[in-house]
T-cell receptor
């Protein structure tokens, strides 16, 4: 089955700095790559996603890049704010079967 | 649009007891998923329904876990008997389009503690 690896497991940045989280996947058939934000006591919330026919997607301060050849994708958050502090999960999907990474705990220090 | 609803939010039981969780997906969503999220890990799929049929239950421990989605809307997940290692958050998710890879929307989860 698919194997998704996510790094780093924890990330601490100063408010206003950028944060980058990286994931790799193993199944070349995967064609959908969502990123979820999970706050304490809540379910994962989709923040951005990208499909395999696109190399980059941006939504305000958040961007995702995908390199299908290398089988890796990354989440970029610019101008981080304290409310960005949460656990972020990447996932790879193929026809509605999702495999999740182990999560990155992001701490944005004011 | 209302999101995915789950209840209860928290449950504490002793090992060997039974427990059931309930999920109501987003209206009109054909596909419903149950995930298990152990502390410090990403969600792991237990079972996937399309309407009221099971699409994938390969990761469901069928000796103790069961799930149903009668009438293709609400779903229940049951554990009987529970083990200590079942302590986790049980997440329900739904998606709209079964014919293609589609966004999954998650509920708030049920945190289960087995003592």
């Amino acid at each position: 089955g698919e194997n998704v690896e996510q790094h780093p497991s924890t990330l601490s940045v100063q408010e206003g700095d950028s944060a980058v989280i990286k994931c790799t996947y193993s199944d070349s058939a995967s064609n959908y790559f969502p990123w979820y934000k999970q706050e304490l006591g809540k379910g994962p919330q989709l923040i951005i996603d990208i499909r395999s026919n696109v190399g980059e997607k941006k939504d305000q301060r958040i961007a995702v890049t995908l390199n299908k050849t290398a089988k890796h994708f990354s989440l970029h958050i610019t101008e981080t704010q304290p409310e960005d502090s949460a656990v972020y999960f990447c996932a790879s999907g193929n026809f509605n079967k999702f495999y999740f990474g182990s999560g990155t705990k992001l701490n944005v220090k004011p | 649009e209302a999101g995915v609803a789950q209840s209860p939010r928290y449950k504490i039981i002793e090992k060997r007891q039974s427990v059931a969780f309930w999920c109501n997906p987003i209206s009109g969503h054909a596909t419903l998923y149950w995930y298990q999220q152990i502390l410090g890990q990403g969600p792991k799929l237990l079972i996937q329904f399309q309407n009221n049929g099971v699409v994938d239950d390969s990761q469901l421990p069928k000796d103790r876990f069961s799930a149903e989605r009668l009438k293709g809307v609400d779903s229940t997940l049951k554990i009987q008997p529970a083990k200590l290692e079942d302590s986790a958050v049980y997440l329900c998710a739904s998606s709209q389009h079964p014919e293609r890879t589609d966004t999954q929307y998650f509920g708030p989860g049920t945190r289960l503690t087995v003592l």
